[in-house]
């Protein structure tokens, strides 16, 4: 049993990432037992991001009326219930209504189990939120491949047991050891007029742009793996394993890389390790090499959140909530419009298509987040990584 409140949050996001780790080990088989096409997949995708960005407001409402326990209570459950319907679905329709509200459900968990992270690191007066991404990453690593795995040899269902399991070990832990406080009152604070438009604009870009880097090379990783090795469908997770392993294990020495190297140095490297990675992969290297490049993404990739989030911080720092707020709202339209786009070109130009528009969008991020450090370097003081789940 677990016994501080700290400990009982991590465990929440191990649960997050076990049910997002255990649909994206099964999407092979969701794809071929409910009959989806290139082109509908990423219409659907699309179609998701724009409720979960709903969602995520309806979040933020229920945060005003209802604590964060409770509602951490009530969504963990919720959550584990959404998957295993997102895992069993049979058809097109089945599988859009599944995803829809799995994604929802995800991002106002999100939101929740953020928001008691951050009074919880506020009470302990030291910095946890790296440890809370690498357990999210963590657990994406270990659950894809377990999924992949007892997908093909059971059934998609039978790869939800674990995320089942740990959800309910963290409703036990929660209510054991996170105490109610009162509704949170967030901010409603709207003055717009001093914020710097341009530069908010530049940085969510860079931010979306990797976003999406990373929501297709997770989306697609089984499908790329499985065509390239049919045989070893039950391996299929392997991608996703090795990203979000390496995304994990980067995170966890991401602090201390920071204050050894510099910020730019950091997400310079890290970012052009992901190009690299992606370009590997629009080549069909094969099986072995194709899982290599998965890990260097998520290397690549580990570094943008935790960087690029403090960075619009510092870009008005009397308006931090305003200015982030406005540059994921920025970052949200490319996850948006993305999906769809490239299920356009994967039905016509085949599935590697899918890693070179994504080394393009790297590259993107890496111009412009370097640009956004080199005009912010003289400003000075370290600002707290903020979460996110790119």
């Known amino acids: 049993m677990l016994s501080t409140s700290r400990a009982a949050i991590t465990l929440v996001f191990a649960a997050f990432g076990t049910c997002v780790g255990a649909h994206l080990g099964a999407i092979p088989v969701i794809f071929m037992n409910a009959e989806l096409t290139d082109l509908f997949f990423?219409?659907?995708?699309?179609?998701?991001?724009?409720?979960?960005?709903?969602?995520?407001?309806?979040?933020?409402?229920?945060?005003?009326?209802?604590?964060?326990?409770?509602?951490?209570?009530?969504m963990l459950p919720l959550m584990a219930a959404s998957l295993l319907f997102a895992l069993v679905v049979q058809s097109p329709a089945t599988y859009l209504a599944s995803i829809i509200v799995f994604a929802g459900l995800l991002s106002m968990l999100d939101i929740h189990m953020n928001a008691e992270g951050a009074i919880v690191e506020e009470e302990i007066g030291k910095p946890v939120y790296s440890t809370y991404h690498a357990a999210v990453s963590g657990a994406m690593a270990v659950t894809a491949i377990l999924s992949s795995f007892l997908s093909v040899k059971f059934g998609p269902l039978a790869s939800g047991v674990v995320a089942?399991?740990?959800?309910?070990?963290?409703?036990?832990?929660?209510?054991?050891?996170?105490?109610?406080?009162?509704?949170?009152?967030?901010?409603?604070?709207?003055?717009?007029?001093?914020?710097?438009?341009?530069?908010?604009?530049l940085a969510g870009s860079a931010i979306g742009l990797?976003?999406?880097?990373?929501?297709?090379?997770?989306?697609?990783?089984?499908?790329?793996?499985?065509?390239?090795?049919?045989?070893?469908?039950?391996?299929?997770?392997l991608g996703v394993a090795f990203f979000s392993g390496c995304m994990a294990i980067t995170r966890l020495f991401g602090d201390r890389l920071r204050s050894t190297f510099g910020e730019r140095?950091?997400?310079?490297?890290?970012?052009?390790?992901?190009?690299?990675?992606?370009?590997?992969?629009?080549?069909?290297?094969?099986?072995?090499?194709?899982?290599?490049?998965?890990?260097?993404?998520?290397?690549?990739?580990?570094?943008?959140s935790p960087i690029l989030f403090p960075l619009v911080g510092r870009l008005a720092p009397s308006q931090r909530s305003s200015a982030m707020g406005l540059a994921f709202a920025v970052s949200n339209i490319y996850r948006f419009v993305t999906p769809a786009f490239v299920g356009y070109l994967v039905t016509w130009h085949g599935l590697n298509i899918v890693f070179a528009v994504c080394a393009v969008f790297a590259f993107g991020?890496?111009?412009?987040?370097?640009?956004?450090?080199?005009?912010?370097?003289?400003?000075?003081?370290?600002?707290s990584a903020a979460p996110s789940y790119l």
């Not at 995708?45 to 604590?67: C, E």
């Not at 929501?215 to 299929?236: D, M, N, T, W």
């Not at 987040?369 to 370097?377: D, E, G, K, P, V």
Request: glycine share 10%; aromatic share 10%.
């Open 265 to 304: 140095m950091c997400l310079g490297t890290s970012l052009t390790m992901a190009v690299l990675g992606l370009l590997t992969l629009s080549l069909s290297p094969g099986f072995a090499v194709s899982v290599f490049a998965y890990a260097a993404v998520g290397t690549g990739l580990a570094f943008v």
């Open 164 to 201: 089942m399991l740990m959800c309910v070990w963290a409703v036990v832990e929660v209510h054991r050891l996170v105490r109610p406080r009162p509704p949170s009152a967030y901010s409603a604070s709207t003055n717009y007029s001093a914020l710097p438009f341009g530069k908010l604009f």
């Open 42 to 74: 990423g219409q659907a995708q699309s179609i998701t991001m724009l409720f979960a960005l709903g969602a995520m407001l309806l979040g933020g409402w229920l945060g005003r009326h209802f604590d964060h326990r409770t509602l951490l209570l009530v």
């Open 210 to 237: 990797a976003g999406v880097c990373e929501l297709l090379a997770v989306i697609y990783a089984g499908q790329l793996l499985v065509k390239l090795e049919p045989a070893f469908a039950q391996y299929s997770g």
């Open 365 to 383: 991020a890496l111009l412009l987040a370097q640009w956004m450090l080199s005009i912010t370097q003289n400003k000075k003081g370290a600002a």
